[in-house]
DNA sequence: ACCCCATATTGGTCAGGCCAATGGAAAGCA
DNA sequence: TGCTTTCCATTGGCCTGACCAATATGGGGT
């Protein structure tokens, strides 16, 4: 160990850790790239060989590389760039996947919920209508009332998905700005949507209820295009017909 | 090594690591309360001491202990149900998840795809022949596969949420396992519908891409439903009858 | 009751060995 | 010539055994 004065207390696997991790910083291996050998690494750095994989394991746990046996190990994330997940997805996509996947969920919902759920459900339309009468109402009612939707599905997975993609709404700048400016524009839930779904579960008919949401989430889709519309002129028009097709030719 | 069975491709450490973050959970050690030592714990997993050292090192990346030398390693934290995304999913959420939300992708896909990601996925299918013909087969092609069609999508929202279904699978214990049982088993992507997707694909015809996607699924679904029945009887029958009627409900 | 010392226990790191997995180059075949 | 297969070097994975530093514990002395 050449650097011994150079520790600051820490065990070595941390020591060499860190000095790997301020290297990632630097850019020393891109993303995609591959680390030295253990071998090479615990000679360069004058370690043993153990202590390199203790270091590399802190690195892959952190979820900076990714270890292939055999191969190396490669660079999956660099250290200080946004963790913050989805923090480049635009609204468009987020209302787009949410469109497709809210769909099924509800056609899901249709067949497994409960009465009591049809009832939280129904409830949280008229917690919606209540906060469209409110200058300063939210959105909590209408985000409880998809959520509700999709815990009515009984799947976990296919929850927190939905969930996720109500979370990103926030995490997302541009989708947060955006959802926001419609705000401003005065656009609200429309209850006749959410009414329209919840009749669809109501009488426990799965394609009926898709097709509820879908319209729903296509509507929401539209006042958010149409938010972007004034940001530009001709290229965001066309832009716009290209993305209403690509909805309107899998939702049908 | 007791219990090579129950590995499920990971690294020992990792297995390791995973099965003392369920005792963690299990309350075994209250926080403040100290690990066994490395000896005992290398004795009583029947592995060796830098095994056990790696593991540990994981957990204490993750804050939830803390090593003091000399001493042993302290609880710090529980792990929570939030720390470990998917942690109580099961493989039938998951794969039923999938099933919806890929049959969606892969119609989106087939009017987004270029000729250069339809090619991809199609050299993606010869690489699942030759990991079908491999006795040691990974299911490495099988995912890219799946995670191609959702590139395809040209949204991002839409290819995270599925690839963390993917991810969820090795996170879930439940589906890790079932997974390996299935393997284990000699259960194999199936070519023929890996190709009626790719076709469907190419014929840039959503709804038969949708279709196709969601028969190869349903079939993924079943082959995991006949692992589990051979763990319970009757309930389990009745359970899987319940479980199958469910997802052919919607997919229709 | 407090302090000191010796010993046992703990984690830290190393060296060396062997095996499985991977990737690239070379050889073989059509 | 192009494709496939085989071989081998390199890679990570895990183990055994050894020795050292840090800590905890128990016993003895004041």
Not at 100 to 105: H, I, P, S
Not at 141 to 152: K, V
């Amino acid at each position: 160990m050449q650097d011994k004065s150079a520790r600051v207390n820490d065990r070595l696997y941390q020591d060499l850790a860190r000095k790997l991790i301020v290297e990632l910083k630097e850019g020393k291996y891109p993303v995609g790239g591959r680390l030295p050998a253990e071998r090479e690494l615990a000679q360069q750095y004058d370690v043993s060989r153990p202590t390199v994989r203790e270091a590399i394991i802190a690195l892959e746990v952190q979820g900076f590389v990714e270890v292939r046996v055999g191969s190396g190990a490669y660079v999956i994330q660099l250290p200080g760039k946004a963790d913050i997940p989805g923090f480049d997805l635009s609204a468009f996509e987020i209302t787009e996947a949410r469109l497709l996947f809210e769909g099924d969920a509800a056609a899901l919902a249709a067949t497994q919920a409960t009465d009591e759920e049809l009832a939280e459900i129904a409830g949280l339309v008229d917690e919606i209508a209540r906060e469209n009468r409110d200058p300063k109402g939210q959105e909590k009612a209408d985000r409880a009332f998809h959520l509700a939707i999709a815990r009515a599905t009984r799947n976990s997975a296919i929850f927190e998905a939905i969930e996720r993609l109500w979370d990103l709404r926030n995490t997302s700048p541009e989708a947060a700005l955006l959802h926001e400016k419609a705000r401003t524009a005065n656009v609200k839930p429309v209850l006749e949507e959410h009414t329209a779904v919840l009749r669809a579960l109501e009488a426990r008919d799965p394609a009926a209820a898709r097709d509820a949401m879908r319209a729903h989430l296509a509507a929401v889709l539209d006042s958010l295009l149409f938010a972007t519309e004034d940001k530009a002129v001709e290229r965001a028009r066309d832009a716009t017909r290209a993305k209403r097709a690509r909805y309107r030719a899998v939702a049908g």
